[in-house]
Nanobody
Framework: QVQLVESGGGLVQPGGSLRLSCVVSGFAFSSAAMGWFRQAPGKEREFVGSISRAGGRTYYADSVLGRFTISRDNALNTVYLQMNSLKTEDTARYYC??????????????????WGQGTQVTVSS
């Protein structure tokens, strides 16, 4: 059974940091590129970033470039999203996703095979 379980969300003040984790089971984690997406109420799901299968390449949306960092530990079947200098506009539910077809992942949410349930991030003073 495939499972992607996100954790680490919460309430943080503007300028603060959070680290999200996504633990994967049920498929060969090291054979999948991983992506992070987010969705705010009333908005479409938005690409945040992705990381290649081996972790050597990462890609980010312009809105988070320089503030967010994606990493992965294939031995622990876990992908991370380190979020720094958070802004109120980063408030959303964050999802991790697995792309088994592409080495480097995709910015298109419909190209991902598996999804987690998400974790809520709220940035507010």
């Amino acid at each position: 059974q495939v499972q992607l379980v996100e954790s680490g969300g919460g309430l943080v003040q503007p300028g603060g940091s959070l680290r999200l984790s996504c633990v994967v089971s049920g498929f060969a984690f090291s054979s999948a590129a991983m992506g992070w997406f987010r969705q705010a109420p009333g908005k479409e799901r938005e690409f945040v970033g992705s990381i290649s299968r081996a972790g050597g390449r990462t890609y980010y949306a312009d809105s988070v470039l320089g503030r967010f960092t994606i990493s992965r530990d294939n031995a622990l079947n876990t992908v991370y999203l380190q979020m720094n200098s958070l802004k109120t506009e980063d408030t959303a539910r964050y999802y991790c996703a697995a792309d088994r077809s592409r080495v480097y992942g995709s910015s298109r949410y419909n190209e991902y095979d598996y999804w987690g349930q998400g974790t809520q991030v709220t940035v507010s003073s």
